[in-house]
């Protein structure tokens, strides 16, 4: 097992009373037992170079070297002996098998199937061998298990655990040393595995569909770990594992670790999980949040698990089990691997048949490329909430295996024959090779098609206009002249953009040759984008005053957005990505791309970036009455809330600027993929705009493809089921998003309080539940009813969002759809306020005719008649 990280602090281990886990005891009872052992039809326990046969603490007998030596075919009988054993540690540890030439194992499998193979070393002091130095690899007929193999020095014993699909009756085990190096072994294990132990597929972290065929790898146990527990030895698991306490935690959250008596861990009755996958004794413990009862407590849970780096994928289980809560449905958190949502919003309590204490685990393959820093990265955290809750988050258990890749190896991209593999030793290297030949092909032929079309068209033009441009030259004119979109700037002469940028003052060698983060200045500066103005650093500097945190106008998952004020008074959003993380990059890549195709009035205009040394920073357009969101929830003292007709322009601009995205943007489209109330950014005039495109994803590039396939990405709430499940982007999504936005400016909350009731928790669900029984009038914004809103209006805005939140994609309507139906609605609107606005001024003018009457009869009566009759006569007069 390799180490981990220093452990962060923890608090004291916390046992939790059973009366408190909702009498799981009377509930245990009902459980049908699980099975709670495994009797391995093939069971080759060798312990090499020993006397006699050693019996372990586990009830396990290793057999003596005599006793196994017909499994071994060797030209030398070296056995060597520690010169100093140590009693802390197995009798396993204390003799050895060398190997100064190629040797191998042979056993017969009598049933073929899943195996553990389990080789032991410990490299302790001999007068003959220095087993520190020995060099050697070990492989079996189809896989490479260890490759140039050393143990290190005798610090601790090292195991190396592997599980293999057996196909054969034979199964062989070569040891070969490296040249003028020898091989050494303490002990073997050749042992049957139950074969549901691990399943045929899995979910993919990175790609679109499952990981499917994991039978037709071998692999390596990387860790295995208790997660909030002690250690749990062999003797205490089913099939003679070991779970090492937990060493990966991250630093400096602290945790709290929590525990209940392992008999009143269940099983389900369906037999998904048993004993088999992981003792009681890992569910009954668990790491949790420090202080969960305290509100707004949203700090994550990491762990950094050492891998085996890229080249391979990963199996990575986790094991859960809800032994904090109190009642169910109380407890729900997100999951993350390598900073990739794996899953959303998990609560136990449905996933267990509505048991608490009850064993549930999940799968996931994560592929290589995606590893942070060489490691696996685990994160729990509960679900990012706008209003206080009593959050929390759980992990029961941890393992982590090593997949072999493409050339049949667990150690490097050599196969068994020494075959090298290079790029392709990756489990899912060839299939990317290949995608990424076939996109270069197409897009060779499309640039040679593009090429000829523009050619043509040159040679089409008047003889003296050739002679004035080559082609070469207007070649040139056209591409930077149409890099952008009609409208966004109105010069694009190269040397209008050549006046644009920086110039190289004070010893600085100018914008591109400056070292940047992410890679991108000089692509910026040759590309011809339409990324507008390229900032320096100091420029930004002094507009933000040096980035003062009193400017900081919003923060995002990219960094925070400072108030910038440029030496004309022009104000400006500066988005800053974090210098001391390398989180950000490809989102500040897809938000150049994007926005310098983009241009339209319901969009945040991109004025310019900056790229230099480790800073990555956006400028934007500055937009002074900030997000929706603001305006919705919870109100400032400074905001007075929107009335209806208001909202529903601010969400006709928003569909407008979607719909633009969706249609026109581009040949296929682009698809949002964050749309949300802190997305849509209000100007002065409460113009509703578009922001934050780092998500955003080109639309299918044929009318044959209905989506893309992508992992998922978006905000909780929000998130299209559809996508979820499928991992199929459609701008579908975008519009169960726009839905989402609909009802959250409707009902003025979250689109998820945990803390509510269950069926309120969702605001989508909720809201649809209330239209579909005509209770709209319990959801709706309080502010609207004192400030009006049309019934008519009310019910094509709600029937509009309810289409958006189809579950179906394809039962959904487009953009253009929705924005004709909220400008109906308005219409609705105005039409309503017009009819009452017409109802008060005709009772105004009848009132004022009646007073007008009432003073002429009284003029003429007056100039008539005594005192005596004016009264009757203004009696008439009315």
């Known amino acids: 097992m390799a180490g981990g990280q220093t452990q962060g602090p923890r608090a004291p281990i916390f046992f939790l009373p059973i009366p408190l886990l909702f009498p799981l005891l009377a509930l245990s009872v009902t459980v049908s037992p699980s099975p709670a052992s495994f009797t391995p039809p093939d069971s080759y326990l060798l312990d090499c170079g020993a006397p006699k046969s050693v019996k372990l603490a586990d009830g396990r007998t290793f057999r003596s070297e005599p006793q196994s030596s017909s499994f071994l075919s060797t030209d030398e009988d070296i056995r060597l002996s520690s010169s100093s054993p140590t009693t802390s540690l197995s009798p396993l540890y204390e003799t050895a098998r060398v190997f100064s030439s190629t040797s191998t194992y042979s056993f017969f499998i009598s049933k073929l199937g899943l195996h553990w193979v389990r080789l032991h070393f410990?490299?302790?002091?001999?007068?003959?061998?220095?087993?520190?130095?020995?060099?050697?690899?070990?492989?079996?007929?189809?896989?490479?298990?260890?490759?140039?193999?050393?143990?290190?020095?005798?610090?601790?014993?090292?195991?190396?655990?592997?599980?293999?699909?057996?196909?054969?009756?034979?199964?062989?085990?070569?040891?070969?040393?490296?040249?003028?190096?020898?091989?050494?072994?303490?002990?073997?294990?050749?042992?049957?595995?139950?074969?549901?132990?691990?399943?045929?597929?899995?979910?993919?972290?990175?790609?679109?569909?499952?990981?499917?065929?994991?039978?037709?790898?071998?692999?390596?146990?990387?860790?295995?770990?208790?997660?909030?527990?002690?250690?749990?030895?062999?003797?205490?698991?089913?099939?003679?594992?070991n779970w090492l306490p937990d060493s990966f935690l991250k630093p400096p959250e602290p945790v709290v670790e929590v525990a209940v008596a392992p008999g009143s861990v269940k099983y389900?009755?369906?037999?998904?999980?048993?004993?088999?996958?992981?003792?009681?004794?890992?569910?009954?413990?668990?790491?949790?949040?420090?202080?969960?009862?305290?509100?707004?407590?949203?700090?994550?849970?990491?762990?950094?698990?050492?891998?085996?780096?890229?080249?391979?994928?990963?199996?990575?289980?986790?094991?859960?089990?809800?032994?904090?809560?109190?009642?169910?449905?109380?407890?729900?958190?997100?999951?993350?691997?390598?900073?990739?949502?794996?899953?959303?919003?998990?609560?136990?309590?449905?996933?267990?048949?509505?048991?608490?204490?009850?064993?549930?685990?999940?799968?996931?393959?994560?592929?290589?490329?995606?590893?942070?820093?060489?490691?696996?990265?685990?994160?729990?955290?509960?679900?990012?909430?706008?209003?206080?809750?009593?959050?929390?988050a759980i992990l029961n258990g941890i393992e982590v295996m090593k997949l072999s890749n493409n050339a049949g190896s667990l150690d490097g991209p050599y196969s068994v024959d020494g075959s090298y593999h290079g790029d392709e030793a990756s489990g899912l290297g060839k299939k990317k090779v290949a995608v990424a030949a076939v996109?270069?092909?197409?897009?060779?032929?499309?640039?040679?098609?593009?090429?000829?079309?523009?050619?043509?068209?040159?040679?089409?033009?008047?003889?003296?206009?050739?002679?004035?441009?080559?082609?070469s030259s207007?070649?040139?004119?056209?591409?930077?002249?149409?890099?952008?979109?009609?409208?966004?700037?109105?010069?694009?002469?190269?040397?209008?953009?050549?006046?644009?940028?920086?110039?190289?003052k004070k010893g600085q060698t100018g914008f591109g040759s400056q070292k940047s983060k992410s890679g991108y200045s000089t692509y910026l500066a040759s590309s011809?984008?339409?990324?507008?103005?390229?900032?320096?650093?100091?420029?930004?500097?002094?507009?933000?005053?040096?980035?003062?945190?009193?400017?900081?106008?919003?923060?995002?998952?990219?960094?925070?957005?400072?108030?910038?004020?440029?030496?004309?008074?022009?104000?400006?959003?500066?988005?800053?990505?974090?210098?001391?993380?390398?989180q950000g990059v490809n989102e500040f890549h897809t938000e150049i791309e994007?926005?310098?195709?983009?241009?339209?009035?319901?969009?945040?205009?991109?004025?310019?970036?900056?790229?230099?040394?480790?800073?990555?920073?956006?400028?934007?357009?500055?937009?002074?009455?900030?997000?929706?969101?603001?305006?919705?929830?919870?109100?400032?003292?400074?905001?007075?809330?929107?009335?209806?007709?208001?909202?529903?322009?601010?969400?006709?601009?928003?569909a407008r600027g979607l719909h633009y995205l969706h249609t026109g943007a581009a040949q296929q489209g682009i698809i949002h993929r964050d749309v949300k109330t802190t997305n849509i950014l209000l100007d002065e005039n409460f113009v509703a705009k578009m922001a934050d495109f780092g998500l955003s994803k080109a639309g299918p590039s044929s009318l044959d493809q209905t989506h893309v396939s992508t992992a998922v990405k978006?905000?909780?709430?929000?998130?299209?089921?559809?996508?979820f499940r499928r991992q199929q982007l459609t701008d579908k999504s975008d519009v169960y998003s726009f839905g989402v936005v609909m009802f959250e400016v409707l009902c003025a909350r979250p689109a998820i309080i945990p803390a509510l009731p269950r069926d309120q928790v969702n605001l989508a669900e909720w809201a649809m539940?209330?239209?579909?029984?005509?209770?709209?009038?319990?959801?709706?914004?309080?502010?609207?009813?004192?400030?009006?809103?049309?019934?008519?209006?009310?019910?094509?805005?709600a029937e509009a969002a309810e289409k958006c939140l189809a579950d179906a994609g394809v039962d959904r309507p487009t953009m253009g759809d929705v924005l004709w139906n909220l400008e109906y609605s308005l219409q609705l609107q105005e039409a309503w306020m017009g009819q009452a606005k017409e109802d008060e001024d005709n009772i105004q003018v009848r009132q004022l005719d009646s007073e007008r009457v009432a003073e002429k009869d009284f003029e003429d009566i007056g100039t008539t008649a005594d005192s005596s009759i004016v009264a009757p006569a203004l009696f008439r007069g009315r």
């Open 122 to 241: 410990f490299p302790f002091p001999s007068t003959s061998y220095n087993l520190s130095s020995a060099v050697f690899s070990v492989n079996t007929e189809d896989y490479v298990l260890l490759r140039d193999f050393s143990a290190p020095s005798p610090v601790s014993p090292v195991l190396k655990e592997y599980l293999i699909n057996v196909d054969n009756e034979r199964f062989y085990l070569t040891f070969e040393p490296k040249d003028a190096s020898f091989a050494f072994l303490n002990a073997v294990e050749v042992v049957s595995a139950p074969d549901t132990l691990i399943p045929t597929a899995a979910d993919s972290i990175s790609e679109r569909n499952q990981f499917s065929g994991l039978n037709n790898y071998a692999l390596q146990v990387m860790s295995r770990v208790n997660v909030g527990g002690p250690v749990i030895p062999s003797e205490n698991d089913t099939l003679a594992r």
């Open 769 to 797: 539940q209330c239209h579909r029984k005509g209770q709209m009038e319990k959801i709706i914004d309080p502010h609207l009813q004192v400030s009006g809103i049309a019934p008519a209006s009310l019910k094509k805005f």
């Open 474 to 504: 207007w070649l040139l004119l056209r591409h930077v002249g149409h890099c952008g979109r009609p409208g966004f700037m109105t010069k694009w002469s190269w040397s209008y953009w050549k006046e644009s940028w920086p110039s190289t």
């Open 594 to 654: 994007m926005l310098s195709k983009l241009r339209h009035r319901h969009l945040v205009s991109l004025i310019g970036c900056c790229d230099e040394n480790k800073e990555m920073i956006l400028v934007y357009e500055f937009m002074s009455n900030g997000p929706l969101r603001d305006h919705l929830y919870p109100f400032s003292p400074t905001l007075a809330p929107l009335s209806w007709k208001q909202r529903l322009e601010i969400c006709i601009g928003a």
């Open 268 to 392: 389900p009755e369906d037999g998904s999980v048993t004993p088999l996958i992981a003792p009681r004794s890992v569910y009954a413990t668990a790491d949790s949040m420090t202080n969960a009862n305290v509100s707004g407590q949203m700090f994550n849970i990491t762990w950094e698990i050492p891998a085996g780096g890229a080249g391979h994928s990963y199996l990575v289980r986790l094991h859960f089990c809800d032994i904090v809560s109190k009642s169910l449905n109380t407890l729900y958190f997100n999951v993350f691997i390598n900073r990739m949502l794996a899953i959303p919003n998990l609560d136990l309590s449905s996933l267990t048949g509505g048991k608490l204490a009850m064993a549930y685990y999940k799968d996931f393959i994560v592929d290589g490329d995606t590893l942070v820093s060489g490691n696996i990265s685990l994160q729990i955290s509960p679900p990012v909430l706008n209003d206080p809750g009593q959050p929390n």
């Open 528 to 582: 011809g984008l339409g990324v507008g103005r390229f900032f320096t650093f100091a420029e930004l500097q002094q507009a933000t005053s040096n980035f003062d945190e009193k400017n900081v106008i919003g923060v995002g998952g990219f960094g925070k957005v400072y108030l910038g004020v440029l030496d004309d008074g022009v104000k400006l959003a500066v988005k800053r990505g974090n210098p001391s993380s390398d």
């Open 714 to 723: 978006g905000s909780f709430g929000y998130l299209d089921p559809e996508y």
């Open 439 to 471: 996109f270069g092909l197409v897009m060779c032929v499309a640039a040679l098609a593009v090429l000829v079309v523009m050619f043509m068209r040159w040679r089409r033009q008047p003889d003296d206009w050739k002679k004035r441009h080559n082609f």
